[in-house]
């Protein structure tokens, strides 16, 4: 398996990095891939990419609850840092409008500059969309680039999913631990979203599967999310693993 959007380089895991990265290894995640939050996490991600070098993947991008007065030294920032690195996506990138709309037009200027340096540049995208479907969809459409990447922690509705085949057709959905909680409305219509479409996460050390829910999460709780989709979809937990860790692949080229 796959994980593609972990925060492995977060504080959470100071005390006890070595054993996470085992239980991760032995749960069966053989590689995943870091998202890029803005200048302050930046060094800590690139030093665990060095120890981890060939297994944790680190993109670059200015997150969206990130973006304040000095947002424009931030973007800067990411656009300085980018030949340095061997990145393999735009990320992580969007809107947030749960937190604060404080800077919603300057989170709306920063997100469709990096979408537009991403297609430049050949890379998916790892989408941040919190509250913010609608604008989210604008940014897509005034940039009108044929983008491909991936809407983390997908929290949309099935008709959400449907638009965004229907006019984003290089995009797929990241699915992690809200998968497993009771009521999940994404669990509800996961069964028509073809495997091939799906990326598996964690979010680490957020968004904690059950039955592990109110706990840090890591990677190596990644299983149950597997197996919640491969329940609801009526397949096997190795049909499950092979397709998302193939679709991993080649949107990160991993």
């Not at 941040?128 to 609608?134: A, F, I, K, M």
């Not at 989210?136 to 940039?143: E, G, H, K, T, W």
Request: net charge negative; aromatic share 12%; hydrophobic share 35%.
């Amino acid at each position: 398996m796959i994980d593609t959007h972990s925060h492995i380089y977060d504080e959470a895991y100071d005390e006890d990095f070595p054993q996470v990265l085992e239980r991760a290894r032995d749960a069966g995640i053989r590689k995943m891939v870091m998202p890029g939050i803005d200048s302050k996490c930046y060094a800590r991600m690139m030093d665990c990419a060095k120890v981890l070098e060939g297994y944790a993947f680190p993109t670059i991008g200015l997150h969206p609850t990130s973006v304040g007065d000095d947002w424009e030294r931030e973007l800067q920032f990411v656009w300085d840092k980018f030949p340095e690195g061997d990145f393999v996506a735009i990320g992580e990138i969007g809107l947030d409008e749960y937190w604060s709309t404080d800077f919603l037009e300057e989170q709306k200027r920063v997100f469709e500059d990096q979408l537009t340096f991403a297609w430049e540049h050949d890379l998916p995208v790892i989408i941040h969309s919190r509250n913010s479907t609608e604008d989210i969809f604008s940014c897509l459409d005034r940039v009108g680039k044929p983008l491909r990447g991936v809407f983390h922690a997908f929290s949309g509705s099935y008709e959400t999913w449907c638009r965004i085949k229907k006019h984003h057709e290089g995009f797929k959905i990241g699915v992690g631990g809200v998968l497993t909680y009771k009521n999940s409305h994404l669990a509800a219509f996961i069964d028509k979203v073809p495997l091939e479409d799906i990326l598996l996460e964690t979010d680490a050390p957020w968004l904690t599967p059950v039955p592990f829910r109110g706990r840090r999460n890591e990677s190596s709780y990644m299983k149950y999310t597997a197996e919640k989709l491969s329940e609801l979809k009526g397949i096997s937990f190795e049909e499950t693993d092979e397709v998302t860790t193939s679709n991993a692949e080649k949107m990160f080229s991993i």
